[in-house]
Each structure stands twice: as C-alpha cells, then as structure tokens.
C-alpha cells in the first residue's frame, strides 16, 4: 500500500481514527459533509476505558475533565425501591466516567489532530466507492478503488487505497454496502436538555434511572448545569420523523416519569432505534467505523465503542500502509473479526439492559433492585479470544494491559514485566529475568517497560488484573498498540514469548 487513506465522517470516531494515524506518521484526508464541527451535547458519557484509550492517542485527559464533570454514581428509583450504585474506581485520572458535550470532545480531538499536522475539509461529501477491477486507471495503475466527492468547488474523483466510512447510520454512500432494512426496536427515545425543578433535580454527578407503572427514562448531569433527559416511550410510526414541541417534553417529563422541569427545554429529538451490526466491516477497500457499522439501541454505547473501534483501526491502518499486501490484508481482517465479535457481545446487552426499561415486568426489576443485582448500561469489557494477534493462555491474554503495568513512549506494541501482587504468588520478576526479557524484546526491535516500584500497600492497586482474572504472579506481556495484551506468560520463560513474536512479526 501507499498510503493513500480517506476517512469521511469528522465525528468522534473518525477524527480519532485520524489522530492515531498522524501519530503513526501515515497521512489522510479527512472530509465531512457537514459544514463545520458539531454543536450541541449529544451522546456525553465517556465510560473510564474510553478515557483511557483518548489518553493513550494523546488527548489530555486533564482538558476532558476541565471541559467535563464526573459521574460518579447512579440512582435507581423503581416503582418505590430506592438503590444507588458507585461508579468510580480508585481515585486516578480514570476513576469515574466522564460527562462531557459532544462538541467539547470534537474540539479537543480536532485540537490533537491539527497538532500533528492533519486538517479537516469540511463541507466535502463522500459521494461514491468505486472498486477498481484490478486493472489500470486513469488515476494510475493499481489504486484499488476512486472516491467521488463533492465540495464546494465542485465534483471530484481521487484514487484511495482504503476508505473509512464514519459517515453514522444515516450517512449511505453508493458502492458501500449499507445495514439492511432493519426494523426499529419498538420504542421512541426522547431526548432532551433540560432544567429539573429544585425538588427533583439529582445530587450533583448523579444520575437518576426512574421506572414506574407510568414510563422509563432518567436525567444524567450535564457539564455547566442542566440534565439531559432520556424517555422511553412508544414507538410512533407515523410520526417517526416529527420532533416533539417543547410543550410535549415538559408533558412527558411529568406523566412518564414525575420529573418536573423549569423553563423551556433545550435541544430535543427523538429517535426510533434500531439493533444491527454489519456482515462485515472490512469489504476490500472499504472498512466500516462507528454506527456505520453497527446500531446499538442506547447511544451511550455507539459513542463509546465507536472510539474503541477507532483507535484500535487507527494503528491497524498505519500498519497495514506500510506492510507487503498479504500481511495488510490479514491484519485489517483482524479488525473486523474482533470488532465484529465485540459489537455483538455489546448488542445483545444493551438489548437485554433496555428490556429492563421496557419489557421486562416491573416487579422483576423491582425485586432485582431490593436484592442489589445490577448491569450498568455500560459495556462489557472488549476480550479478544486466541487468533492471529492474541495467544491462546495466559489469564490476560486479550484483555486490555492491566493499569499501573506502564506504558511505552511511543505508540506502538511493546513488551511488559508486571509484578504479582496476589497472596498465593507475590513478588517481582527478578533481575535475571528481566535481563532475559529485555534482550528478547530487543531482538524484535521493542520497547521493555517494567511495572515502577510501588509501596506493597499500594501494589494491588498499581497492579491490579481485570475484573474477574485472577492474579498469577509476575507476568511477562506482549502489549499491542492499542492495549490489548497479545501475549501472557511467565518471566521465567521467555522463549515462549519469543516464540509468540515470531508469529506475530509479519505485523510489527
């Protein structure tokens, strides 16, 4: 490949998929039909492993939060039962979620992108792909597809070797294959911002889920002041593509859920969601990103699991530019494995967690709530299962590289040594190990990082495993560039790792 990358749709996760490219040194050209970047809230939830992943791509995390407020915990309120639940982990930088407008997050991203170089044409549309047969062109021999676009000049055509549709679910585009006609879920969201009267307004970085006889829906905190209100009402066929008066939000806030609100509301829309994801989100030049591959029926999880996407496309992009075709090809196809495999784990949750709200009878959730059983409208942890990338063993192997482990400098895969900090094995790798790590990790041109010394106080907490993985003592890592842990084993044995290298390095 040469390079040559297009990437239509400056939202969220296109303009992330375009940092982690320019960070990689791989240029793009980025195009959005819109006239300029997004105002407004929209989706504003950001959960901690997507602050992670902004972070890692060089966002400042401090900017987010000074642009942001934090959310640290919901409240239930169900048909008269009353639970909360902590949402913040630790007291780092990524202890709790972050709740931050849409077009603060496109600013700061925009900010990083122009920072190292890359630009933004907006007012451009993606008009069409057109597939190249093989054959030579007139934009020259080999491009395997054209993009026509059209801007304010004009129409144009330009020769790409991959274009990224982040174009959203609405946004069709001649020559990519779009989701099928997928029926709507059989409800209405209605959003709106909001201002609570006093009695009813949620402490500050609270959020309230509300489910009575009467309706479903919920105010989240906004940065600034305000809430954004969610309902969930009946599906409205006819008047699908009505948007409610201010009148009807303040009606529905009151018989739906009993949340009385002051003033006039801000932006509102509703919207019939609709639960799909793509046959594939890699189709030859073409790779889907964001809710043009796939619809959840809660937005909170398109906009969190479409940066996830973007970051780990962007280093798989980069790669693959300057990789032989084969190893390019195989390596995107990794993407949409394991992105495919995430968004459907990810799908039938958000369907199960929205029956919750709708289906599922009152009493049931009732009771659930009393007996303190809850699932969060957060997504499950992306674990990537034994394939091209990810060796089979090893308790960490797909995850995500436990925090406190350190990071490399630069953005690419790196080898790890991280301490055990379980009763049943403690310790760190010693020095004879870490020598042997570091002279695999150099012989395939890595990085080493080792876990800093921390006091034994604080070791469970620097060091700690994902959530349900039970520590196994000091671990040698193999850490791709966007995380994931690719390969787990022990210190003592770094031939195993060796081994795992060389069947990965047609990628490095």
Not at 303 to 330: D, F, I, R, V, Y
Not at 404 to 430: F, I, Q, S
Request: aromatic letters at 4%; hydrophobic letters at 45%.
């Amino acid at each position: 490949m040469t390079g040559r990358i297009l990437i239509a749709g400056a939202g969220p996760s296109g303009l992330l998929c375009a940092v982690e490219l320019a960070a990689r040194g791989v240029p793009c050209r980025v195009v959005d039909r819109r006239p300029g970047p997004a105002g407004g809230s929209r989706c504003p939830t950001l959960w901690q492993r997507t602050l992670r992943v902004l972070d890692a791509a060089g966002v400042s995390v401090e900017a987010l939060r000074r642009a942001g407020t934090a959310l640290e915990r919901k409240r239930f309120l169900i048909a008269g039962a009353d639970a909360e639940v902590d949402l913040r982990s630790g007291d780092g930088p990524f202890a709790a979620p972050l709740l931050i407008r849409q077009e603060d997050l496109e600013r700061l991203l925009l900010e990083r992108l122009r920072a190292l170089g890359g630009a933004v044409e907006y007012g451009v549309e993606l008009l069409e792909v057109r597939r190249n047969d093989g054959g030579a062109s007139r934009h020259g021999a080999g491009a395997p597809a054209v993009v026509v676009l059209r801007g304010p000049d004009g129409v144009e055509e330009a020769p790409v070797d991959r274009v990224v549709c982040a174009t959203g679910a609405a946004g069709r585009v001649a020559g990519v294959t779009g989701p099928a006609d997928v029926a709507p879920v059989g409800m209405r969201w209605l959003l709106a911002d909001v201002s609570v009267a006093p009695e009813d307004t949620p402490a500050p970085g609270v959020e309230h889920i509300l489910r009575d006889h009467t309706g479903h829906g919920g105010l989240v905190p906004l940065p600034g002041g305000g809430h954004r209100l969610f309902l969930a009402l009946p599906d409205d066929p006819a008047g699908a593509d009505r948007q409610p008066t201010p009148a009807e939000v303040v009606e529905a806030a009151r018989r739906s859920v009993g949340v009385r609100l002051t003033g006039e509301p801000g932006a509102i829309w509703a919207v019939r969601p609709r639960s799909w994801v793509a046959d594939a989100f890699v189709d030859g030049p073409v790779v889907l990103l964001g809710d043009a591959a796939r619809s959840f029926p809660m937005p909170v999880h398109g906009l969190n699991t479409g940066l996830q996407e973007a970051a780990e496309l962007g280093w798989k992009l980069a790669a693959a530019a300057s990789l032989p075709a084969a190893a390019g090809t195989e390596l995107l196809a990794t993407y949409d494995a394991e992105r495919r495999t995430a968004a459907e784990r990810i799908r039938e949750r958000a369907e199960r967690v929205l029956g919750y709200g709708s289906t599922v009878p009152l009493e049931v959730i009732r009771d659930r709530l009393l007996a303190r059983v809850f699932e969060l409208r957060t997504e499950p942890e992306t674990v990537h299962a034994p394939g091209p990338l990810t060796a089979a063993g090893g308790a960490l192997a797909g995850h995500r590289v436990p925090e406190g482990a350190g990071r490399a400098a630069g953005p690419g895969w790196y080898v790890a040594l991280l301490p055990g900090t379980g009763p049943a094995r403690p310790g760190r790798p010693g020095a004879e190990a870490g020598r042997a790590a570091a002279a695999v990790a150099a012989r395939f041109g890595l990085p080493l990082v080792a876990c800093p010394a921390v006091p034994a106080a604080e070791a469970a907490d620097a060091a700690r495993a994902p959530e349900g993985v039970p520590d196994a003592g000091a671990r040698l890592l193999l850490v791709r560039p966007d995380g994931h842990v690719s390969f787990d084993g022990s210190p003592a044995e770094p031939a195993v790792l060796e081994r795992h290298l060389q069947s990965v390095r047609r990628f490095l």
